[in-house]
């Protein structure tokens, strides 16, 4: 059973910044595209950013330049980390392990973590 945990969200000004780190585990780590994503109150679940099993990244317009999506495979982590953060950066962020296998995707999905900006 794959298995995402999420942490390091919290409180920060604008400007400040944050690292978030999700946790993988239940599978193999090297096989799956990560990725954050994030929902704010009221709106959709937007793509943040991810990663794929060999490095390359893909980023959301109004992320590029901020933040910056990695993984560590040793570890079976991903990474995010969010500078120069906005008010309207304020969401739950949620990792994503996604894998094709046999021509079926399969999404998993963590919990989330609380990002909040403040002005």
């Known amino acids: 059973q794959v298995q995402l945990v999420e942490s390091g969200g919290g409180l920060v000004q604008v400007g400040g910044s944050l690292r978030l780190s999700c946790v993988f585990s239940g599978s193999s780590f090297r096989l799956f595209t990560m990725g954050w994503y994030r929902q704010a109150p009221g709106k959709q679940r937007e793509l943040v950013a991810t990663i794929t099993s060999g490095g390359s990244t893909n980023y959301a317009d109004s992320m590029k330049g901020r933040f910056i999506i990695s993984r560590d495979n040793a570890k079976n982590t991903v990474y995010l980390q969010m500078n120069s953060l906005k008010p309207e950066d304020t969401a739950v962020y949620l990792c994503?392990?996604?894998?094709?296998?046999?021509?079926?995707?399969?999404?998993?999905w963590g919990q989330g973590t609380q990002v909040t900006v403040s002005s």
């Open positions: 994503n392990g996604r894998v094709t296998l046999f021509e079926n995707e399969r999404n998993y």
